[in-house]
């Protein structure tokens, strides 16, 4: 059974700092790529970040240079340190694992909130 569960998220105020964590089980978490997506209210799900097998990344434009993802291939775990948040930040974030040349090998988290607000 495949379980992607996050944590950290919640309240941090305009310029502020949140790190998320995914930890995950029931996956051979070294082999997939590891993502962060992001839902805000009457928005479509976007990728905010992702990181392969192989520890290469990508960012979403609007957050290069302020988030950073990084993976633990020996914890099963993935983070997301979020720094100089703004309220376009607040969202509902979710860890993903993707096989991406196997599309049935797809999961997702239940997803953490993360408010930016003053």
């Known amino acids: 059974q495949v379980q992607l569960v996050e944590s950290g998220g919640g309240l941090a105020q305009p310029g502020g700092s949140l790190k998320l964590s995914c930890a995950a089980s029931?996956?051979?978490?070294?082999?997939?790529?590891m993502g962060w997506y992001r839902q805000a209210p009457g928005k479509q799900r976007e990728l905010v970040a992702r990181?392969?097998?192989?520890?290469?990344?990508n960012y979403a434009d609007s957050v290069k240079g302020r988030f950073t993802i990084t993976r633990d291939n020996a914890k099963n775990t993935m983070s997301l340190q979020m720094n100089s948040l703004n309220a376009e930040d607040t969202a509902v974030y979710y860890c993903?694992?993707?096989?991406?040349?196997?599309?049935?090998?797809?999961?997702w988290g239940q997803g953490t909130q993360v408010t930016v607000s003053s």
């Open positions: 993903n694992a993707e096989i991406v040349t196997m599309p049935g090998y797809n999961y």
């Open positions: 029931g996956i051979i978490f070294s082999i997939y790529t």
């Open positions: 990181i392969t097998s192989i520890g290469n990344t």
